[in-house]
């Protein structure tokens, strides 16, 4: 028997042995971790093109330069609230007449007035005239009721046909087509009370009324 132990039995080989496996294992490591077999898998990150702004930060035309309330908001639109406060006032300036509320009906005037035929001038003036109209009505208005009150811009009137009491009183009322009137027909009344109304955003002021 061959007295001469193998090279895997002697020091030397078994150290030559152990670096060679080491290092066919890290070859094989990274062969597998270069293929994608192991290891991440996260591409390179892709080098920005100058002068193309990021999907995240561009902003359309018609809206560069708005702010974000400006984006999701459009103002609100006044007319239609302005028409139901035109209908408001005349119901309480019904109301006020039939009360014989003077001081209420001399509040909502605005001056120049126009009051039946006449054109005032003076808080005064509306004061004096509503009481001499008031107290020749007497109790009757107490008793008096509304049929309906009709809304309409004198554009909107005068397109429609509409007659309208004190044409003469426009100009100096200074009286718009988007101002209002409001056609009050009491009930068994024989023909409306135009009531004039005019309109300054979402509020409204009465301007003078003529039967």
């Known amino acids: 028997m061959d007295s001469k132990k193998s090279f895997w039995e002697t020091a030397p080989g078994v150290l030559t042995a152990i670096g060679g496996s080491i290092g066919a294992i890290a070859a094989l490591l990274t062969a597998l971790y270069t293929v994608g077999v192991i290891g991440s898998k996260v591409g390179p990150t892709p080098t920005p093109t100058i002068g193309e702004p990021s999907p995240s930060l561009a902003v359309s035309p018609a809206k560069r330069g708005a702010t ?30 039939k009360r014989s509320d003077v001081t209420t009906l001399v509040r ?54 509409l007659h309208l009491k004190g044409d003469r009183f426009f100009d100096s009322l200074n009286l718009r087509g988007d101002d209002f009137v409001a056609f009050i027909q009491i009930v068994d009344g024989p023909s409306p009370i135009n009531l004039y109304i005019r309109k300054a955003g979402s509020e409204v002021n009465l301007a003078g009324w003529i039967e």
């Open 108 to 161: 909502m005037a605005e001056i120049p007035f126009q009051f039946g035929n006449t054109l005032l001038l003076r808080p005064e003036d509306v004061r004096q005239q509503y009481e001499k109209l008031l107290s020749a009505a007497g109790p009757k208005l107490e008793t008096s009721q509304v049929q309906s009150i009709k809304v309409k811009t004198i554009a909107e009137a005068k397109n429609e046909g």
């Open 68 to 97: 974000p309330l400006q984006q999701t908001a459009d103002p609100a639109p006044t007319t239609d609230n302005a028409r139901q406060a035109a209908q408001k006032l005349g119901a309480d300036w019904f109301m006020a007449v």
